[in-house]
């Protein structure tokens, strides 16, 4: 666009032409503000120029070139070629160039012949680049059509402020009006140019006014999401008379998605693909952008390219966060004088994805407060829960301490019985049957009440791998009994860590207790121990059999009924302790052992006091030598 001249002030339309007494000839050509209807298109108000300057009754040119610049191509291009009108009159020929777009007679065909403006001569280049009427010989632009004329009129055509091309005239021979005809050319053309122009401008402000009045009525009625999305899109296509546009949304990922497409079926799911990558692009950014060609697209594919004219990409932007891009183009049948979107239709755009925005981000902030709401809701149904369960829990307590004396009781009497009983009495079999079931009682009851008494837990440096051979010596007996196998898989490698070891090797106890009930006679258990990463763990493993429908998450419940209560007692002691030790128990099955339990504790935090001793068991052990040396002396 370097090569378009600055607008000049426009000439006042001549007179008509004047009869041979001198005075003005009114009847001879209708004034050039009339020639056309407003409404008219850019090609009517061409095809009306070329009928008026090549019929007897007009300008009377033998033959008419319209030169029209092309914005994306950046040349003059011959667009239209008319030859003389051999319509009776001229009104006709005007009435037929409106209708159809060919007059009766003329022959009009696209040329192809374009030109840079910086290559023009003649009275053409004159007439391009001082936008004034000029006449001269044609063959000063070599390869034009109207070189092999002597004798050429050019009139220079402006649409607003912007030149708009150029209307070539060859006459057959003299004609004495010439310059009256070019004088009026020009001025038909720069009336009906911007005639239409204001026209275009009216149908322009009508379409947003429209488009804003449909926004505001759909903003206050109840439609969901997708509709109003899809309404912003349609809208922003209508607005600024584009034949597609896209609607892209940002998704949680931060990548962009195609949420609505518009605009004829053909081409608009491909159109919709290709603007993608500068729609990211535009969002990255933050910045809208548009243009007039279709290789000025960031990453537009070829295909897409070459079939796209005019575009714009706004980003959806709300209270500094990107939600998405709004992208409108417009094809090849688009007139080449027609430029970029302008300001206002620009603005218009950047309106409407301002509404797309808001309308997201409350959609966002809905969605998060359904969200809240849930969960808040979960959490009152899980405090609900939690205020019945230590309710259970503090009644079972209470059962507890009640229960013991009772037990006691029994216990003592049983014993006493059973003491009395002389040795061959079978009766003493069954008392004994009774003392183990009821110190199982007492175990039970007695575990229920450590377990909501637990108190923090006592730390040193230890070895846990001693730790857990010390536990699982205490079941030697009961594995032996039942012809249980243990195998055991301990890691020499383990660090020293920090732990209560008397808790511990109750955790270990626990869980071997309840693998020894699960266990058939004859099967396995496993005992691992290992480092991974910044934890040891320890693997605890049987081969029992595990029922189908068995909830693990539920194995864990201290008050638990059914046959597992005792079991789920003592395993949820253990998840207590491992817990306070900063660590994490976990359950599963895999292959041949049904029952997979570990726990795993943290080594950060042991490391400072693995560098250096322990100034407390130093202490410990000079106050013990002190002792031991007082002793001995005494």
């Given at each position: 666009?370097?090569?378009?001249?600055?607008p000049?002030a426009?000439k006042?339309?001549?007179?008509?032409?004047?009869?041979?007494?001198?005075?003005?000839?009114?009847?001879?050509w209708?004034?050039?503000q009339?020639?056309?209807?407003p409404?008219s298109?850019?090609?009517?108000?061409?095809?009306?120029?070329?009928?008026?300057?090549?019929?007897?009754q007009?300008?009377?040119?033998?033959?008419?070139?319209?030169?029209?610049w092309?914005?994306?191509?950046g040349?003059?291009?011959?667009?239209?070629?008319?030859?003389s009108?051999?319509?009776?009159?001229l009104?006709q020929a005007?009435s037929?160039?409106?209708?159809?777009?060919?007059?009766?007679?003329?022959?009009?065909?696209i040329?192809?012949?374009?030109?840079?403006?910086?290559?023009?001569?003649?009275?053409?280049?004159?007439a391009w680049?001082?936008?004034?009427?000029?006449s001269?010989?044609?063959?000063?632009?070599?390869?034009?059509?109207?070189?092999?004329?002597?004798?050429?009129g050019?009139v220079?055509?402006?649409?607003?402020?912007?030149?708009?091309?150029?209307l070539?005239c060859?006459?057959?021979?003299?004609?004495?009006?010439?310059a009256?005809?070019?004088?009026?050319?020009?001025?038909?053309?720069?009336?009906n140019?911007?005639?239409?122009?204001?026209?275009?401008?009216?149908?322009r402000l009508?379409?947003?006014a429209?488009?804003?009045a449909?926004?505001?009525?759909?903003?206050?009625?109840?439609?969901n999401l997708?509709?109003?999305?899809h309404?912003v899109t349609?809208?922003a296509?209508?607005?600024?008379d584009a034949?597609?546009a896209v609607?892209?949304?940002?998704?949680?990922?931060?990548?962009l998605k195609?949420?609505?497409?518009?605009?004829?079926?053909?081409?608009?799911?491909?159109?919709?693909?290709?603007?993608?990558?500068?729609?990211?692009?535009?969002?990255?950014?933050?910045?809208?952008?548009a243009g007039?060609?279709g290789?000025?697209v960031?990453?537009?594919p070829p295909?897409?390219s070459g079939?796209t004219?005019?575009?714009?990409?706004?980003?959806l932007v709300?209270?500094?966060?990107?939600l998405?891009?709004?992208?409108?183009?417009?094809?090849?049948?688009?007139?080449?004088?027609?430029?970029?979107?302008e300001r206002?239709?620009?603005?218009?755009?950047?309106?409407?994805a301002?509404?797309?925005?808001?309308?997201?981000?409350h959609?966002?902030?809905?969605?998060?407060?359904?969200?809240?709401?849930?969960?808040?809701?979960?959490?009152?149904?899980r405090?609900?829960?939690?205020d019945?369960?230590?309710?259970?829990?503090?009644?079972?307590v209470?059962?507890?301490?009640?229960?013991r004396?009772p037990?006691?009781?029994?216990?003592?009497?049983v014993?006493?019985?059973?003491?009395e009983l002389?040795?061959?009495?079978?009766?003493?079999?069954?008392?004994?049957?009774?003392?183990?079931?009821?110190?199982?009682?007492?175990?039970m009851?007695?575990e229920?009440?450590?377990?909501?008494?637990?108190?923090?837990?006592?730390?040193?440096?230890q070895?846990?791998?001693?730790?857990v051979?010390?536990?699982?010596?205490?079941?030697?007996?009961?594995?032996?009994?039942?012809?249980v196998r243990?195998?055991?898989r301990?890691?020499?490698?383990?660090?020293?860590?920090?732990?209560d070891?008397h808790?511990i090797?109750?955790?270990?106890?626990?869980v071997v207790?309840?693998?020894?009930e699960?266990?058939?006679?004859g099967?396995?258990?496993?005992v691992?121990s290992?480092?991974a990463?910044?934890?040891?763990?320890v693997e605890?493993a049987?081969?029992?059999?595990?029922?189908?429908?068995?909830?693990?998450?539920?194995?864990f419940?201290?008050?638990?009924?059914?046959g597992?209560?005792?079991?789920?007692?003592?395993?949820?002691?253990?998840?207590?302790?491992?817990?306070e030790?900063g660590?994490?128990?976990?359950?599963?099955?895999?292959g041949?052992w049904?029952?997979?339990f570990?726990?795993?504790?943290?080594?950060a935090g042991?490391?400072?006091?693995?560098k250096?001793p322990?100034?407390?068991s130093v202490?410990g052990?000079?106050?013990?030598?002190?002792?031991?040396?007082?002793?001995?002396?005494?």
């Open positions: 666009m370097d090569h378009v001249p600055q000049h426009a006042p339309a001549p007179a008509p032409p004047s009869t041979a007494s001198g005075k003005p000839d009114a009847n001879r209708p004034a050039p009339t020639l056309l209807d409404e298109d850019l090609g009517t108000i061409e095809r009306t120029l070329l009928a008026f300057a090549t019929h007897p007009g300008a009377g040119a033998s033959r008419a070139w319209l030169l029209v092309n914005s994306r191509s040349l003059v291009e011959g667009w239209r070629e008319a030859a009108s051999a319509s009776p009159t009104e005007l037929a160039a409106r209708r159809a777009g060919s007059p009766d007679g003329a022959s009009e065909r040329h192809a012949w374009a030109e840079s403006p910086d290559r023009l001569e003649g009275p053409v280049a004159h680049r001082a936008q004034a009427i000029a001269g010989d044609g063959g000063e632009q070599p390869g034009a059509p109207w070189a092999e004329s002597s004798r050429i050019a220079p055509l402006r649409r607003g402020t912007r030149a708009y091309g150029v070539v060859v006459w057959a021979g003299t004609v004495s009006h010439e009256e005809a070019l004088e009026w050319l020009r001025a038909a053309a720069e009336s140019f911007g005639a239409q122009r204001r026209a275009v401008e009216t149908r009508a379409r947003q429209r488009a804003n449909e926004l505001a009525r759909t903003s206050v009625s109840a439609v997708a509709e109003v999305l309404l349609r809208l296509a209508e607005a600024v034949r597609g609607l892209y949304r940002t998704e949680a990922r931060g990548s195609v949420e609505v497409a518009h605009g004829q079926p053909v081409m608009r799911d491909t159109c919709a693909r290709g603007f993608l990558a500068a729609a990211r692009e535009a969002c990255a950014t933050g910045q809208a952008c007039e060609r290789d000025e960031p990453h537009l295909g897409v079939e004219s005019t575009w714009a990409i706004v980003p709300a209270y500094g966060r990107c998405g891009a709004l992208v409108v183009y417009d094809g090849l049948d688009r007139h080449p004088c027609e430029g970029a979107y206002a239709d620009l603005d218009h755009l950047a309106a409407l301002d509404h797309a925005a808001l309308v997201l981000e959609a966002r902030i809905g969605e998060e407060g359904r969200r809240r709401e849930q969960l808040r809701s979960d959490q009152s149904a405090l609900r829960e939690l019945r369960l230590a309710a259970i829990g503090e009644m079972a209470r059962v507890a301490q009640e229960s004396n037990l006691a009781s029994i216990a003592a009497f014993k006493r019985a059973h003491r002389p040795e061959e009495d079978a009766r003493r079999e069954y008392l004994e049957i009774v003392l183990r079931e009821t110190e199982r009682l007492e175990t009851l007695g229920q009440m450590e377990y909501s008494q637990l108190q923090r837990p006592s730390l040193e440096m070895n846990l791998n001693g730790v051979q010390e536990a699982l010596q205490r079941f030697s007996e009961s594995l032996v009994r039942r012809r243990l195998l055991k301990l890691a020499p490698d383990l660090p020293m860590l920090l732990l070891a808790r090797r109750r955790v270990v106890e626990n207790a309840f693998a020894l699960s266990v058939p006679m099967g396995r258990i496993r691992d290992r480092r990463a910044d934890h040891v763990v605890i049987h081969d029992g059999v595990r029922h189908a429908g068995d909830l693990l998450d539920q194995l419940v201290p008050f638990a009924s059914g597992t209560a005792g079991a789920a007692v003592g395993l949820g002691v253990a998840q207590q302790i491992v817990r030790h660590g994490e128990v976990r359950l599963r099955a895999d041949e049904s029952t997979i570990s726990f795993t504790l943290p080594i042991n490391e400072d006091r693995r250096a322990d100034r407390r202490r052990e000079r106050r013990r030598r002190r002792d031991d040396d007082g002793t001995r002396g005494s």
